[in-house]
């Protein structure tokens, strides 16, 4: 069985830090794509960031861009996503989701715009809370 455990979340002032997790189960690590996508109520979902695990490239939304940090532990199956400088439009519920590349296409999926669209993802979390208080 497939699953994206998130983790992490919380309740942090503005100008504050969190880390998110995201454990995974159920499939090969490395042959995958992991995005964290945020959405906040009212708004639609959009992407933060993505890490290919066959190559560990990244990419990051403008949003989160200079403020943000994913990074994977192979050793644990898990992704993380570090966010500093947090601002109360921060405020969201995060998820993450895997998405299967290979080694020819994961340079693709982050070069064009297929990272940022939550349908080419195959497998999602059930997403945790960050609230950034001003």
């Known amino acids: 069985e497939v699953q994206l455990v998130e983790s992490g979340g919380g309740l942090v002032q503005t100008g504050g830090s969190l880390r998110l997790s995201c454990t995974t189960s159920?499939?090969?690590?490395?042959?995958?794509?992991i995005g964290w996508f945020r959405q906040a109520p009212g708004k639609e979902r959009e992407a933060v960031a993505c890490?290919?695990?066959?190559?560990?490239?990244?990419a990051y939304a403008t949003s989160m861009k200079g403020r943000s940090t994913i990074s994977g532990d192979h050793a644990k199956d898990t992704v993380y996503l570090q966010m500093n400088n947090l601002k109360s439009e921060d405020t969201a519920v995060y998820y993450c989701?895997?998405?299967?590349?290979?080694?020819?296409?994961?340079?693709?999926?982050?070069?064009?715009?297929?990272?940022?669209?939550?349908?080419?993802?195959?497998?999602w979390g059930q997403g945790t809370q960050v609230t950034v208080s001003s």
């Open positions: 989701a895997a998405m299967q590349v290979t080694r020819e296409t994961a340079p693709l999926v982050l070069q064009g715009p297929a990272w940022e669209v939550a349908s080419m993802y195959n497998y």
């Open positions: 159920g499939f090969t690590f490395g042959d995958y794509a």
């Open positions: 890490l290919t695990n066959t190559d560990s490239h990244t």
